[in-house]
């Protein structure tokens, strides 16, 4: 099989998963393109060094911009904080190579605007990492939809919610920066959940919003006697329109003490309704009105038979996969898209529109008004 060069900017909660998927692909996938784990880059040498021991890399390096630039490098994968995703897009564009990149795509509606004005203008391959939408589960809930099982879509209610800085002593983190992320619970979690209201609902015309900090300052990172100002949300809330006239929640908290990693979608419709909580990931509960009465209700689909989506590459019925399956899913349409020379979704068009929904609810809370899109 013909490989294709990868290098990866960022090697831990990311950087990690993105390895272990380009790592397993080719062992459970067939695509095209063998990805070679060619040069693994961060800023502290033994740091990245340690790591791509860990996980698998050629290579090491320290400055991002001779790496993008590097003739035998083909794809480079973008898994840093958002405030530097958009320089390190933009200029991997523009020496052509593919370009994958975590979400959120920027931390402003302009830098992403000028990340897909950038691999449109290079034509190269590119993808935004919304693995979620590659969850079995997910992928047969959108299936369901699309053969109109669910009939008229009326409600989308997305919840994203998390505890891990609830304690007010958790340390200020660049999560819990502004400069650094952009946004708090809001383009960390909620752009999980609107990018799935978008895949499996549609597009977003229309929302009212709300932002809450309450924990408005906290300890630095290595000086816990020192205090530094929270610049981000802790939640998010909003009310949101769809152009096919359904209506939704999407509420995203790091606030709810409890809840790990609770991201979970209702979806009703006029003929049946269908949930998903990622932490029961193989599982969709479904309810068809037109089921015979005596044994209407919801019921359960363990999504692992070897007609769902990605499973026949996997195990044998009811043997369950995890989260990091969810990132190989999406790097195998990624390089398969790249051998086709095609844009894979969600591409950073996804990911603009994705931004503009975070910026409408960010206008909506600090004018208390709905916001057009
Ligand atoms: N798809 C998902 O489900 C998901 C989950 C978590 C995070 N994310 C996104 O992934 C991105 C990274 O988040 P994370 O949780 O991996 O963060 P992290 O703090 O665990 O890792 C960030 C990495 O970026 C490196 N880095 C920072 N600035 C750099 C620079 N200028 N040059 C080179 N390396 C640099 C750091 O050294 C570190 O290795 C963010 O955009 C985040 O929103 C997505």
Known sequence: MPSINVALIGYAFMGK???????????????????????????????????????GWEETATDWEEVVNRKDIDLVDIATPGDSHAEIAIAAARAGKAVFCEKPLGNTVAEAERMLAAVTKAGVTHMICHNYRRIPAVMLAKQLIDEGRLGEIRHYRGTYLQDWPADPKFPLVWRLDKKKAGSGALGDIAAHSIDLGRFLVGEITEVAGDLKTFIKTRPLPGSPNKRGRVTVDDAST??????????????ATRMALGRKNYNRFEINGSLGSLAFDLERMNELEVYFESDKPSVRGFHRILVTEAGHPYIKAWWPPGHIIGYEHTFTHTVY????????????????????????????????????RWVAL
Request: net charge positive.
């Open 238 to 251: 909003a009310l949101v329109r769809f152009r096919n006239g359904a209506i939704g929640t999407i509420e």
């Open 17 to 55: 998963a993105h390895s272990n998927a380009y790592r397993q692909v080719s062992h459970f996938f067939s695509p095209r393109l063998t990805p070679r784990m060619k040069v693994l880059c961060g800023r502290t040498p033994a740091k990245v060094r340690a790591a791509a021991r860990e996980y």
């Open 333 to 368: 349409d990624l390089l398969e898209a790249i051998a086709d020379g095609k844009v894979p979704q969600p591409s950073f068009a996804d990911g603009v529109k994705n931004q503009r929904v975070l910026g409408a609810i960010e206008k909506a809370a600090a004018t208390r």
